[in-house]
């Protein structure tokens, strides 16, 4: 139930009580014990929808700013709360840095493209974006947006600044791992992530220098708001396009899933992501491509369905986000690939 459902609610509570217990000129005690109880139950239902409020993160875009230290910014929105939970690892290579961010979205308005290319001098050369979805043991879904990060030089840290980082910006600091920083150093590092004024803003624009903008001064989409309510704000197309492709050594493995979509689950699933189903492709992949596990890829706006799909089909699956490399079929919106463990 909404605030506004429970404020409907609530309304239609006090008009029963007053037209039962007042037209029978009922006594000021129970009325006011009425109210109590009609309160009591206001406070509860807060509550509730305040601990059910769900938390997590949205990345809507990735900027480097030049510097001494040089400064790889995110931007979106984030819950300061789950800051420490971000994880910084160095790679297998001089350079190369892994960035994990647990209970976090990608805007795929906003970063179409998982991989973002920059002007090596600025100290990072390459990010590449990837959103992992898995569902745990007790039915949750848990999302994680995992970067790999390739600076210019391999002499470099990568490190979360928290002091930059707030609900709308994510600081990640590119320090030289030899380089101890003076105090004048420090100071100008800090003009270059700090808000810039007015006129320093006029100037840097004159000589094409990006700086760190408050996010309240740029225009947003109204799909940046919180990770989940930008998932369900994305517009509803009205058919899912399914294909299902045999991926084991079962010869029909890939007919009888599509038999058991089309006909024993259609309602429910048309039920269940409010689009109409259509299995449009039955095949096999290529010779010799056996997976252990069934695996089902989306869409960027078809996740909800992705996962729809998984709980009716049986065995373990694995869920993720189309790779660049299947987004040229066209007509296809949800591609599932039937491992050996399906049954």
């Known amino acids: 139930m909404n605030e506004e459902g ?8 006090l008009q029963i009580a007053f037209s039962r217990h007042y037209s029978r000129v009922a006594s000021m005690r129970k009325i006011f014990s009425l109210l109590f109880s009609i309160c009591a139950l206001a406070v509860l239902a807060k509550t509730t929808l305040a601990q059910e409020l769900p938390s997590g993160h949205m990345v809507d875009h990735l900027d480097v700013i030049p510097g001494d ?32 961010i647990p209970q976090a979205f990608l805007n795929n308005v906003t970063l179409p493209q998982r991989e973002m290319a920059f002007a090596e001098e600025d100290g990072v050369k390459r990010v590449e974006l990837n959103e992992k979805i898995s569902r745990t043991g007790s039915g949750n879904v ?18 979360l600044d928290r002091e930059k980082s ?33 006129d320093d803003m006029a100037a840097s624009a004159s000589r094409g220098e990006r700086q760190l903008k ?13 990770p989940v ?13 399914v ?26 699933l048309e039920e269940q992501v409010g689009m109409r189903l259509e299995v449009t492709n039955i095949s096999s992949v290529r010779e010799g491509m056996v997976l252990p596990r069934t695996k089902i890829y989306f869409r960027p706006n078809f996740m909800k369905a992705a996962l ?24 296809t919106d949800v591609e599932v690939y039937v491992g050996e463990n399906f049954e």
């Open 6 to 13: 429970l404020a409907h609610f609530l309304h239609l509570m």
């Open 69 to 100: 230290p040089s400064y790889l910014t995110i931007r979106g929105v984030f819950d300061e709360s789950l800051f420490s939970a971000i994880q910084v690892k160095s790679g297998d290579t001089p350079g190369k840095f892994q960035v994990s």
């Open 142 to 159: 848990d999302f994680l947006v995992d970067m790999q990060i390739f600076t210019s030089t391999g002499d470099v840290s990568l490190e």
């Open 166 to 198: 707030d609900g709308q910006q994510l600081a990640f600091a590119l320090k030289p791992m030899r380089k101890r920083l003076g105090s004048q150093d420090r100071e100008r590092a800090s003009s270059q992530i700090s808000a810039p004024g007015i």
């Open 214 to 226: 408050p996010m309240a001064s740029q225009a947003r989409d109204a799909v940046m708001l919180h």
């Open 229 to 241: 309510a930008a998932l369900l704000m994305y517009q509803q197309p009205l058919q899912l396009n």
């Open 243 to 268: 294909s299902v492709l045999n991926a084991s050594t079962k010869d029909q493995n890939a007919q009888r899933l599509a038999i058991l979509l089309d006909r024993q689950q259609r309602q429910k």
């Open 308 to 331: 729809a799909l998984s709980e009716v089909i049986p065995g373990e699956q694995l869920v993720e986000q189309m790779p660049s490399s299947h987004k040229g079929r066209m007509g």
